[in-house]
């Protein structure tokens, strides 16, 4: 953990600025709120860093209480600006996703076909990436069938889309926000089309903004076009 913090922080010398570390809320000339639970002998609890990107300073412990709290995959995520640094992969459970086309046209998108996506996870036993390793998690609503439009900006979302699934970015473990049920298989802040003729409860066409939204949730889960040309 801390050579990740390392590789993504310098270190800043001299005084810092006053302002709070926004992690332990504590003056970055202060020592680190962190510095009683979170040991490192390689980084001192007054030790500040900047994030070489987007230039936002922490206490470089804080940022390692950070990172070793989350899934610990090797990426780091700015809490003030969300810039990612590295790739940043989920929990999403084992399953499968496909996809096919067909020729009918979702409302609002009248000249082209359709792209469907179907995504199968089953019931299973939660790893220590999850909320509560050992215990099992169901998985309600398998398979989930989700539409796009067959046009280039549809097809652009599917290739993200693969992307998102293969870093287990599309689901999580966690609480459902519909029945409350916790330990189970939930969407992760990637929205999908579940409905191909209505949008009167919003998971349906025509959506005129959708692709567009997608397009930066996806980013913000760090799963842009740069992706696809690697």
């Not at 979170?38 to 950070?66: D, W, Y």
């Amino acid at each position: 953990p801390e050579a990740v913090v390392k590789k993504y922080l310098e270190e800043v010398k001299g005084s810092p600025a006053d302002e709070d570390c926004i992690i332990c809320m504590e003056k970055l000339s202060c020592p680190s709120g962190y510095g009683d639970t979170c040991e490192c002998s390689t980084i001192k609890p007054e030790t500040v860093g900047r994030l070489t990107n987007c230039q936002h300073s922490f206490h470089m412990l804080c940022m390692l209480a950070m990172y070793s709290n989350g899934n610990k995959d090797g990426s780091l995520q700015c809490p003030s600006c969300k810039t990612i640094y590295g790739e940043k992969t989920g929990t999403q459970p084992k399953g499968k996703m496909e996809v096919s086309t067909f020729p009918q046209s979702l409302p609002g998108h009248k000249d082209c076909g359709t792209i469907q996506i179907v995504y199968h996870i089953s019931r299973g036993i939660q790893g220590p990436e999850h909320p509560n390793p050992g215990m099992p998690y169901t998985a309600r609503g398998f398979p989930r069938y989700c539409y796009l439009p067959d046009n280039e900006k549809g097809r652009k979302v599917l290739e993200l889309l693969r992307v998102a699934w293969k870093r287990r970015l599309i689901f999580t473990v966690g609480t459902s926000s519909t029945t409350g049920e916790s330990n189970t298989v939930v969407w992760n802040e990637i929205h999908h089309k579940t409905e191909m003729d209505t949008n009167l409860s919003g998971h349906g066409y025509p959506d005129p903004n959708y692709l567009d939204n997608v397009l930066a949730e996806l980013a913000a889960q760090g799963v842009t076009e740069d992706c696809l040309r690697q």
